[in-house]
């Protein structure tokens, strides 16, 4: 039972901002959506999380609509470092997990 | 550095062995995590801690993974006789015990069963 819905994969020009979409429509009022990243052959990096403000900081900002559905991780200016698997979660509600999916693949191009 | 640490980065082993693996936390956190990534999946919760106590663990595989955390910072996952299905990743996270903190994880064990 997926939380979130995800593109399997995009492309971005580097030096472009990357815009990557989340659907989350089963949301509940008090559950936080969640970006990480994760890199070949490393742990999952955490970006990013917020319950309904958008919220930015130094790797990224975070868009969430305001019926709180949907919501785009934006990467301001895309470098080739940024290439890696994004997921989107959100926090099960009971227990403390994550439920990651298989995430977007993100491929910044020269 | 004072992120998740775990120990080792890669083990190969027969089927039919035991195997452990360590996770040290970051220091602060209370709670921590195991997770198992298999090709081409997310990360799959396996179970957690706060502090030494195990408050979820009917996600783990099978009754030959069990975990623990004797004195509330390092963790152990121990799997017993090793079967061929058990080649994954195997990911620890920290986290403070308010519900909206973040994970923050380490860069995991890569089990491989011969």
Redesign the interface.
């Known amino acids: 039972d997926a939380k979130t819905t995800q593109p399997t994969s995009m492309d971005c020009a580097e030096g472009r901002a990357a815009n990557l979409p989340c659907n989350h429509s089963t949301i509940s009022g008090n559950e936080?959506v969640?970006w990480?990243r994760q890199i070949h052959?490393?742990?999952?990096?955490?970006i990013i999380?917020g319950?309904k403000n958008n919220e930015t900081n130094e790797m990224a900002s975070l868009i969430i609509t305001e019926d709180r559905k949907s919501s785009t991780l934006i990467l301001p200016h895309a470098t080739l470092r940024d290439t890696a698997?994004y997921?989107c979660i959100v926090?099960v509600n009971t227990?403390?997990?994550?439920?990651?999916?298989?995430?977007t693949s993100l491929t910044v191009i020269p | 550095d004072t992120g998740v640490s775990q120990d080792p980065r890669h083990k190969i082993t027969k089927r039919g062995q035991n195997v452990t693996f360590r996770c040290d936390p970051i220091s602060e956190h209370n709670r921590l995590y195991w997770y198992r990534q298999t090709l081409g999946q997310g990360p799959e919760f396996l179970t957690y801690f706060q502090n030494e106590a195990q408050l979820e663990k009917s996600r783990l595989l099978s009754d030959r993974f069990s975990a623990e955390r004797p004195k509330g910072s390092f963790s152990t996952l121990e799997i017993q006789r090793t079967e061929q299905g058990d080649s994954a990743m195997y990911l620890c996270a920290s986290s403070f015990t308010e519900s909206n903190q973040p994970q923050h994880f380490g860069d995991g064990t890569r089990l491989s069963i011969l």
């Open positions: 936080y969640y990480y052959s490393q742990g999952p990096q955490y999380h319950l698997v997921y926090r227990g403390n997990q994550f439920y990651f999916g298989t995430g």
